[in-house]
Structure formats: structure tokens, C-alpha cells
């Protein structure tokens, strides 16, 4: 067989598999992504039913690119650049009086800040009820 046709089709074999393997979803274990991604802005309370396992598993998450996030837990609920090389991924837990009917309260709403660094790849995973 003739080599240089081997090498491009070698190359080309290689680069779709590299795509594919970027975009798969997560791991999530014991995590409801059903119930996840129905609970938009936290306004139902179905995300803070997981919210043990997901202390447990969020370092599991350092590393994923930003595609990946989005197929596993579905787009944000909000995305904040910080500068050029940094962003960050919010998903609520309680409710976001901002965006949810019915919902007042005094105090920032407990979230899941995934930081994105400049290759859009997770840095840091964390629970919190303040704003980076």
C-alpha cells in the first residue's frame, strides 16, 4: 500500500477521534441530569435534591472543556467573563429571585461556579452563595 496515501488517512482518523472524545458528556454518577436540566435558574428546586452527591463529584469536573459541560449539564444560567483569559459557568441551586416568579430574597442564591481558564477548560469547581 502506498504510504502517502496511508498518511492522511491515519491523520484524518486520528483528528475525528480527537474530536469526538472532546464533546462526550460527563460522568455525573449519582447526579439527576433530567431533573438538572429541567430545573432552569434553580426555580423548581429539583437541583439542591442532588446537591450532596454533586459536593462529592465536583472535582471530577477539573479539566472538562466548556463543550462538554454544556452537553452534560445544558447551557448556563449565566456566563461571566472576567477578562480575557477567564470566565466563569453559573447553574443555580436555589432559586434566582432575577429570574424566577414568586421568588424574594435578601440573600445571593447558592450556585455551582465552574471556572473556565483561557483554553475554556474547567480550573476550579465551587458552592457558593457569592459572586466570583
Request: contains cysteine.
Amino acid at each position: 500500500m502506498n504510504t502517502r496515501l496511508l498518511s492522511p488517512i491515519v491523520f484524518a482518523l486520528i483528528f475525528s477521534l480527537s474530536l469526538a472524545s472532546c464533546s462526550q458528556k460527563l460522568d455525573t454518577e449519582g447526579l439527576n441530569i433530567e431533573n438538572w436540566k429541567a430545573d432552569r435558574y434553580g426555580c423548581k428546586g429539583l437541583r439542591m435534591q442532588d446537591m450532596q452527591e454533586l459536593e462529592r463529584i465536583k472535582n471530577n469536573f477539573l479539566g472538562a472543556s466548556n463543550q462538554a459541560l454544556i452537553k452534560t449539564f445544558g447551557r448556563p444560567d449565566r456566563v461571566e467573563l472576567v477578562d480575557k483569559s477567564q470566565s466563569f459557568f453559573f447553574y443555580f441551586l436555589e432559586p434566582s429571585p432575577e429570574n424566577c416568579e414568586g421568588v424574594e430574597s435578601e440573600k445571593e442564591p447558592l450556585k455551582v461556579l465552574f471556572r473556565m481558564n483561557a483554553i475554556s477548560k474547567v480550573s476550579e469547581v465551587t458552592i457558593t452563595d457569592l459572586n466570583p
